[in-house]
């Protein structure tokens, strides 16, 4: 008796394709892409972040040598309004409650403390702003950036990551076990936990600390692609031997 089979065809491989497989294929693969797609933009965010919060170490002093209506370099004077130590794992921080002339409202800043004992209340000293906001304090010698890391810009990249890597991970599994490199043994929650674990928190904190710092992207990007690459490569392994 004659069966009839289906119209298959194998891979040089030996796998099985039908049409409902290359389809799935198909879209684990747009998923992968979809997902790489949103890892790229959240380096990018990163980048873009990176050249606003150090905007104001190439801008000129406000005046002469600024065009009209270009970002610049402003000077105004403030007090020292009161002074406050507190300690930290790093040791004993120091701390200026500086009033401007401009604003209502205090401005307070970490400086090191011979900064600190140089300035008792009611010391002038000297503020530069950049784009409204004070980017560097300086007196009787001493100079303090004042960083302000846009932590919304931070947690934007950090989802997009996150995003990015989780759909990554997912669009990768059927491939991965077709390969016959095991199925995953860890359930789909736990591997989204795994990857919030992953892939939020150390860029979330990297980015927080690299912008303080001011590190370049020519320094972090190739480290963070080195390392979200070894965090894929023992995700993947991990949520098929757990």
Known sequence: MNVR???????????????????????????VLAGLGLVVLGFRSFVLTYDEVTAYLHAPVCGATAASGADCLRHETGRVAERSTHGSREGTVYQLAVARETVSI???????????????????????VFRGRVVEVAAAGHRARAPQVPLRACLELTALGFLGSSLVIHGTRPALTRLGLGKPTMGLFRITVCSAVFFAVPPLFGSVVALQLHVPPAVVLPLAVLGWAGLMVFLSWMIRHE
């Open 5 to 31: 089979r289906r119209d298959t065809a194998r891979s040089s491989g030996g796998f099985l394709w039908s049409p409902s497989a290359v389809v799935a294929q198909l879209v684990c693969g747009l998923i």
């Open 106 to 128: 205090y401005g307070v800043y970490d400086v090191d403390e011979a900064f600190y004992d140089a300035m008792p209340p009611g010391s002038a000293v000297e503020l530069t």
